[in-house]
């Protein structure tokens, strides 16, 4: 019998890169390889693929940067290390900061040569010309903003920009490197992301505290006074993500991510005269995800993003003239490509391509768009990408008419007459968006890698894009406000009423499961729809959004400003959406078993939103499991702590859902279940439609199957 195509231990021993960046000579790329949890810093010569690790010991390295000489300094297990090469053309790290009180975090070198970074949240320079480390006048503690860095240096080594909480309130701050504080904002408001167009001015971004409106601001240097407002976005549905802005050689435009025209797309913008110009227009994102930015190459002339302009479901390289607006594609293989960065020369864009058969890996290409080539792997050897489950893209009927988009992972063969286990799987952040094949961020990534593993299994999977998910446009992303854990919710529940009109999925063994956001619907589903749904897996979700809500205002800033922008305003404001937000409302009237998963060290969803799921239970005698790892953070870590977690959540699928897994996807046989109905709903064309119309004849069931391209695995036999 042959191997499958993929299993748990393929499954966990795939390898994940981050935070990719060119060195100074534009001959080696750094990065951060993640393998199973053991997160070290990597450097690849572009010209051979030869990998040399940079990094020694088994601390994970948490940041790096290059020197513009040449030279790596890495955050690792609380100590800042400096990296040179050795006569042998090795790597020697040298030791500059090391505290077990104060670990840190966050590197970044000034083109000049000093080093800063931040330690118990405080901010450092250490300058090995002098030597000297001393700390820089920032007030409060510096905190980075979500997926943002907390220290800018200024081009010309002049200054840094720090983000800082004080009191409950975040500001931005700006120093020399001698320790003079030159300015500091003052507001209720999140100032950031911030980017420097030449040493004495500052562009950042200030949106509202309720999530509405962001105003882009511009601070001259060295007079200060007040940041003069030079753009203003208004969004009374919410705010999207805060992309930051790029700036031109010039040092007077930069390039913004707006979505005026109900798009993500580029815009100029000239800070001395406020006008705002169209990069790119038209039907399509043209981001790769909420925080993937555009580049400006180093001549100034090209921007380089990624966009799914050609297929909602993928992302593709372009470049976009600065001045003419003409378009070109760099990359057209197919997959999904995204995060370009330029070499320092301006002639090659490395960048992450994923694709059906194998996860996120770093691809470089000539500015031309010819010699596209890998650097890096992520797939293990053994695995068999050719005969992995192949997504087909489907649209199930929302509420109000809306088309909500996703995709189906059912296993290749299928046995006439059988019917398989379904999960709905929710994928969490919000703003994030499940692909055809495997998306570009890791934790996505990796449950897409599940996914195809318990196809393997004999389970059929639905990965359903919720309204709030990028890569749909505004109205698709606005679709959550005034109603989160709500609407989104019913997107799911949907999905899950849907998989079972399929003729080969057992109508009585559906379930749901996600990580974070994933998670919170997961509980909401459960809770206010009890009868669609046989079992619930819940990872690390919400379950009392208020006290969530009380703790993201101190320790998770951005986030409660987001979630503020969708519920339209403070509880006393809103107090029903907030109500609806919180599952334990609906505990009473759960039926459905409840196994919850969660980290005792989990930095964005307390650990105490797991004792209040197991108090409020226990009190209504539901049936329920909890499983706790100490230690471990949102997305766990560690490749054993996910051994164990999936096969406790197989284990459940087995318990619940009175399931036995067989190898190949051929699955024991199925309890009698009732006869699936006559018709299913599939999208005539392969574009997902994404606003309310009118509805849609629906097809009979083989009709269907053949339109998921299944009908001939299935072997044309339905009930």
């Known amino acids: ?172 701050a700006v120093v020399t490197p001698a320790g003079a504080l030159l300015w500091r904002s003052r507001t209720e408001n999140l100032e950031g992301p911030a980017t420097w167009l030449r040493g004495d001015r500052l562009l950042f971004a200030r949106p509202s505290v309720a999530y509405t409106a962001r105003e882009w601001c511009v601070l001259d240097l060295p007079g200060g006074g007040a940041p003069r407002i030079v753009h203003r976005e208004d969004e009374p549905e919410g705010l999207g993500a805060p992309f930051a802005a790029q700036a031109l050689p010039d040092g007077r435009r930069a390039v913004l991510v707006l979505r005026h025209e109900g798009w993500w797309h580029l815009y100029l913008l000239d800070v001395d005269t406020g006008a705002l110009r169209a990069l790119t227009r038209g039907v399509g994102e043209d981001v790769g995800h909420a925080y993937d930015h555009p580049r400006v190459s180093p001549d100034g002339r090209e921007v380089a993003f990624a966009s799914n302009r050609i297929d909602l479901g993928l992302r593709h390289l372009f470049c976009v003239d600065v001045d003419s607006g003409r378009l070109r594609q760099v990359v057209t293989a197919h997959g999904t490509s995204v995060e370009p960065e330029w070499s320092p020369a301006g002639d090659r864009l490395v960048f992450k391509h994923s694709t059906v058969e194998h996860a996120p890996e770093l691809w470089v290409v000539d500015r031309d768009g010819s010699r596209l080539r890998r650097l890096t792997r992520s797939m293990p050897d053994g695995c068999d990408p050719a005969r992995f489950a192949r997504p087909r893209l489907v649209d199930t009927p929302g509420p109000g008419g809306w ?30 968006q499940m692909r055809e094949g495997f998306p570009p961020l890791e934790a996505y990534a990796f449950f897409y890698a599940v996914s195809l593993w318990l196809a393997e299994l004999g389970v059929v999977s639905y990965l359903v894009n919720y309204r709030g998910s990028i890569g749909y446009g505004k109205a698709f992303e606005q679709g959550n406000a005034g109603g989160l854990a709500t609407v989104e919710c019913e997107d799911c529940v949907r ?25 919170w619907l997961t509980l909401a589903a459960l809770t206010r729809f009890p009868e669609t749904f046989a079992l619930g897996v819940n990872i690390a979700g919400i379950w009392d959004f208020d006290r969530w809500m009380a703790w993201a205002k101190g320790a998770f800033r951005p986030a409660y400003d987001y979630f503020l922008g969708r519920t339209r305003g403070e509880r006393e404001q809103r107090p029903e959406v907030w109500r609806q937000a919180s599952p334990r409302h609906w505990v009473a009237q759960m039926r459905a078993p409840l196994v919850n998963f969660h980290g005792t060290r989990d930095e964005a969803v307390p650990f105490e939103q797991l004792d209040l799921i197991v108090a409020d239970c226990v009190a209504h005698g539901k049936v329920f499991e909890t499983h706790y790892y100490p230690g471990e953070t949102h997305l766990f870590t560690h490749r054993a702590t996910w051994r164990d977690a999936l096969g406790k959540v197989l284990r459940a699928l087995q318990d619940y859902l009175e399931w036995s897994p067989a190898p190949h996807g051929v699955a024991a046989p199925a309890p009698e279940a009732a006869p699936a109905p006559e018709a299913v709903h599939v999208p005539a064309s392969g574009a997902a439609r994404l606003h309310a119309e009118a509805p849609v004849e629906e097809p009979a069931a083989v009709e269907a199957l053949d339109a998921l391209g299944l009908q001939a695995e299935y072997g044309g036999e339905v009930s």
């Open 1 to 172: 019998m042959s191997r499958p195509a993929i299993t748990l231990d393929d499954v966990l021993a795939i390898q994940f890169t981050s935070a990719h960046a060119w060195s100074p000579d534009g001959q080696e790329v750094g990065y951060i390889n993640d393998d199973g949890g053991h997160y070290t810093l990597r450097v690849v010569q572009v010209s051979t693929g030869t990998i040399t690790q940079v990094s020694r010991g088994d601390a994970p390295v948490d940041a790096f940067a290059w020197g513009p000489d040449g030279r790596l300094a890495y955050a690792q297990g609380g100590r800042i290390v400096v990296a040179s090469r050795d006569a042998a053309g090795g790597w020697r790290g040298r030791e500059v900061y090391a505290s077990t009180s104060q670990p840190a975090s966050g590197v970044a070198w000034s083109p000049q040569g000093p080093l800063a970074f931040v330690a118990g949240q405080r901010l450092w320079l250490w300058d090995d010309a002098v030597p000297a480390l001393r700390e820089l006048p920032v007030p409060g503690r510096v905190r980075a903003l979500h997926h943002q860095p907390a220290v800018v240096w200024a081009p010309d080594g002049s200054a840094l920009a720090a983000t800082f909480e004080e009191d409950g309130r975040w500001d931005l």
């Open 403 to 432: 088309q909500i988009p996703g995709y189906l992972l059912a296993p290749r063969t299928l046995v006439p007459g059988r019917r398989y286990p379904a999960l709905v799987y929710v994928h969490g952040g919000g703003m994030r």
């Open 495 to 519: 999905a899950g009423e849907w998989l079972k009109t399929l003729p080969f999925v057992d109508a009585a063994r559906v379930g749901i499961w996600g990580l974070s956001y994933g998670g």
